[in-house]
């Protein structure tokens, strides 16, 4: 799994948050691309940006 520009990660331990400035350009190689913080994956919290797209996102209330 590639990601794409524009998505955001959060860490679900601490609530640091990253976002995608430059798309990764790993080749699919076997196993998947993650983002760690305190020992976990990150957490996508938004999907990249497409095009088209109305914003329907109001944020999940937690
Ligand atoms: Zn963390
Ligand atoms: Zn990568």
Do not use: F, N
């Not at 400035?21 to 760690?36: D, F, Q, R, T, Y």
């Amino acid at each position: 799994m590639q990601t794409q520009k524009g998505e955001r990660y959060a860490c679900e331990h601490c609530g640091a948050e990253i976002e995608i400035v430059k798309a990764c350009e790993c080749p699919p190689v076997p196993g998947k691309h993650s983002h760690l913080c305190c020992g976990e994956e990150m957490k996508k919290v938004r999907e990249a940006p497409t095009a088209g797209a109305s914003r329907a996102g109001a944020p999940p209330a937690s």
